[in-house]
């Protein structure tokens, strides 16, 4: 077979497989179509199929066929970058500055801390920390990814949950909009090549002098141009960012953050959020999936997966139940908050491969970062669920 009969049959497995588990699993209440698409890219990576039947894995997922892969699963995740960017509101943290700074400020400041003391424990053995990371870029790297909070996917979890549009789903976006900026500054920060300090700080000047004349320029277009233009603006970006070593996904974070979501019509918003996770994010797991590596054996991986999973839920639980106590929450309402602001999803597994790019982490620490996101995404809805039942009054509150 050639090339391109082999990349259709891979295609074919990337979107038969998930679909069928999801379907006939009827996993959605703890599992969405997400969360499986990302395990079963696991299952179908080297560590897993790759091992149970090598000749299969190879015939399958040749070199050339991973690049045709990995082509496809930028461009899906630098949309899916973009979306987040641009669905910040923080006009809205501004108007509730003291509530939102406060909660959103322990909420990722607890489990960074929780993170990088977990990160300490990993680097007791040898094979977490990447060849090219000095100690304080991979401590801060996964304490962060320990902080991260997935907004994109908070969304699809509480239009499930029916809270979205409800006051403390606002509220819980206002939180989540503050950690993104913070995650993707401090990203910036690790990934900061100080030989190359120049560049950076010269793509830096020139996005915002191009973010202040793009601006003018997407307030004079229709809204049909805006959408053609703003892919233009992320290809632009990411370039930019890619060339001065801060990574094209950091590019793709500030082409998305530096439009205003009153640009667009928000339904649409949503629909093409949902039709790239439909139609092309399923690529990226599964090439997500064959960069995890299981070589330290898998019970180290796993316990490390676990250690992570400890220290980003009992400091995201523990920041947001100190912030109940000093806002005056009630009962209840901060152990919500709490378990929704933990889902971790894409976001972090796109932190991690950012990681995994720049040789900070070594593949079996992205192999457990990326089974902590997954069973951190799969916690969410069964735990919050029968909370939001027992407490429906907290799902009108304000503040």
Same mark, same amino acid.
């Given at each position: 077979?050639?090339?391109?009969?082999?990349?259709?049959?891979?295609?074919?497995?990337?979107?038969?497989?998930?679909?069928?588990?999801?379907?006939?699993?009827?996993?959605?209440?703890?599992?969405?179509?997400?969360?499986?698409?990302?395990?079963?890219?696991?299952?179908?990576?080297?560590?897993?199929?790759?091992?149970?039947?090598?000749?299969?894995?190879?015939?399958?997922?040749?070199?050339?066929?991973?690049?045709?892969?990995?082509?496809?699963?930028?461009?899906?995740?630098?949309?899916?970058?973009?979306?987040?960017?641009?669905?910040?509101?923080?006009?809205?943290?501004?108007?509730?500055?003291?509530?939102?700074?406060?909660?959103?400020?322990?909420?990722?400041?607890?489990?960074?801390?929780?993170?990088?003391?977990?990160?300490?424990?990993?680097?007791?053995?040898?094979?977490?920390?990447?060849?090219?990371?000095?100690?304080?870029?991979?401590?801060?790297? =996964? %304490?962060?990814?320990? $902080?991260?909070?997935?907004?994109?996917?908070?969304?699809?979890?509480? /239009? &499930?949950?029916?809270? +979205? !549009?409800?006051?403390?789903?606002?509220?819980?976006?206002?939180?989540?909009?503050?950690?993104?900026?913070?995650?993707?500054?401090?990203?910036?920060?690790?990934?900061?090549?100080?030989?190359?300090?120049?560049?950076?700080?010269?793509?830096?000047?020139?996005?915002?002098?191009?973010?202040?004349?793009?601006?003018?320029?997407?307030?004079?277009?229709?809204?049909?141009?805006?959408?053609?233009?703003?892919?233009?603006?992320?290809?632009?970006?990411?370039?930019?960012?890619?060339?001065?070593?801060?990574?094209?996904? =950091? %590019?793709?974070?500030? $082409?998305?953050?530096?439009?205003?979501?009153?640009?667009?019509?928000? /339904? &649409?918003?949503?629909? +093409? !959020?949902?039709?790239?996770?439909?139609?092309?994010?399923?690529?990226?797991?599964?090439?997500?999936?064959?960069?995890?590596?299981?070589?330290?054996?898998?019970?180290?991986?796993?316990?490390?997966?676990?250690?992570?999973?400890?220290?980003?839920?009992?400091?995201?639980?523990?920041?947001?139940?100190?912030?109940?106590?000093?806002?005056?929450?009630?009962?209840?309402?901060?152990?919500?908050?709490?378990?929704?602001?933990?889902?971790?999803?894409?976001?972090?597994?796109?932190?991690?491969?950012?990681?995994?790019?720049?040789?900070?982490?070594?593949?079996?620490?992205?192999?457990?970062?990326?089974?902590?996101?997954?069973?951190?995404?799969?916690?969410?809805?069964?735990?919050?669920?029968?909370?939001?039942?027992?407490?429906?009054?907290?799902?009108?509150?304000?503040?």
């Amino acid at each position: 077979m050639n090339t391109t009969e082999i990349f259709l049959i891979a295609m074919t497995i990337i979107f038969t497989v998930p679909y069928l588990i999801w379907r006939l699993g009827k996993t959605d209440y703890y599992a969405p179509l997400v969360v499986v698409q990302i395990i079963t890219g696991i299952l179908l990576g080297p560590g897993v199929l790759g091992r149970a039947f090598p000749d299969y894995y190879s015939f399958v997922f040749t070199p050339a066929v991973i690049q045709s892969l990995n082509g496809i699963a930028w461009w899906a995740v630098m949309l899916f970058v973009m979306i987040a960017g641009i669905e910040l509101d923080l006009k809205k943290a501004w108007a509730h500055r003291r509530e939102s700074s406060i909660t959103a400020g322990l909420a990722l400041g607890m489990p960074l801390l929780f993170g990088c003391g977990a990160a300490g424990v990993l680097l007791l053995n040898d094979g977490w920390m990447g060849p090219r990371a000095l100690t304080w870029q991979f401590v801060l790297g =996964v %304490g962060m990814a320990c $902080a991260v909070t997935a907004l994109p996917i908070l969304i699809l979890l509480m /239009e &499930k949950l029916e809270v +979205l !549009r409800q006051p403390i789903g606002q509220r819980i976006l206002r939180y989540a909009s503050l950690d993104d900026i913070a995650i993707w500054g401090v990203l910036a920060l690790i990934l900061m090549d100080w030989e190359r300090i120049g560049r950076q700080g010269a793509f830096l000047v020139a996005f915002a002098v191009a973010a202040w004349l793009f601006h003018h320029l997407m307030q004079r277009l229709a809204e049909r141009d805006r959408w053609y233009v703003a892919l233009i603006w992320l290809a632009v970006v990411s370039f930019g960012a890619d060339w001065a070593g801060l990574h094209f996904m =950091v %590019g793709a974070f500030l $082409a998305g953050a530096s439009m205003e979501a009153e640009w667009f019509n928000q /339904e &649409k918003m949503d629909q +093409l !959020r949902h039709h790239v996770l439909l139609v092309i994010m399923p690529v990226f797991f599964l090439s997500t999936g064959l960069r995890t590596n299981w070589a330290l054996g898998g019970e180290a991986v796993f316990v490390g997966a676990a250690l992570l999973l400890l220290a980003s839920i009992a400091g995201k639980l523990l920041g947001v139940r100190l912030a109940g106590r000093i806002l005056n929450w009630a009962p209840g309402e901060a152990s919500i908050i709490g378990w929704l602001l933990q889902t971790k999803a894409l976001i972090m597994i796109i932190f991690a491969n950012i990681l995994l790019d720049k040789q900070i982490i070594t593949s079996e620490a992205f192999t457990a970062l990326l089974l902590m996101a997954v069973v951190s995404t799969m916690l969410t809805v069964p735990v919050v669920a029968p909370k939001l039942a027992r407490l429906k009054e907290l799902i009108f509150r304000t503040s």
